[in-house]
């Protein structure tokens, strides 16, 4: 199935044209800086780091974030397809891939949270509960062992 992948016209555009590999790359350096960049932004204001920025207004950022998380999700698949038979077998994109899968269930989690309960923390001032927090941590982590992860795969 894999080296099927690999023989698709999208596969082949991507692996041996002169802009395909270089223009998904630079779509999923994008979408990393704003998936990214949103939720560790978010989680670090969980984790009582930059309280002048209010819960209410990160969690109006949920849509964007979302959107960076496909344009990754997008130009990921395509830059697989590629070279497929060789990711496949490759531990640090398979850590990758479920550290991506494990951090998207905290986001969606924790935007829950937010999403209900943004305006009553902003407003009483107290800081998220410990169970938004542990997860928040939980997130970070994921996310930064997902990029180190996605570098190591270049060179392992």
Avoid at 39 to 52: H, I, K, N, P, Y
Wanted: with cysteine; proline share 2%.
């Amino acid at each position: 199935m894999f080296e099927w992948l690999e023989l698709t016209p999208v596969a082949t555009w991507v692996g041996e044209s002169l802009y395909g590999y270089p223009f998904m790359l630079g779509l999923h350096a994008v979408g990393l800086a704003i998936v990214v960049g949103i939720f560790a932004m978010r989680d670090m204001r969980l984790l009582g780091q930059f309280s002048g920025i209010s819960y209410a207004s990160i969690d109006g950022l949920r849509k964007l974030a979302w959107t960076g998380f496909g344009i990754n999700a997008v130009s990921g698949c395509f830059l697989f397809s590629s070279q497929a038979t060789t990711f496949i077998t490759s531990t640090p994109f398979l850590l990758k891939i479920g550290m991506i899968f494990l951090a998207a269930i905290c986001a969606a989690i924790i935007q829950n949270r937010m999403h209900s309960d943004a305006a009553n923390w902003d407003e009483s001032g107290t800081a998220a509960v410990g169970s938004v927090r542990v997860l928040a941590f939980v997130s970070l982590t994921l996310w930064m062992g997902a990029i180190i992860s996605g570098r190591l795969v270049a060179y392992l």
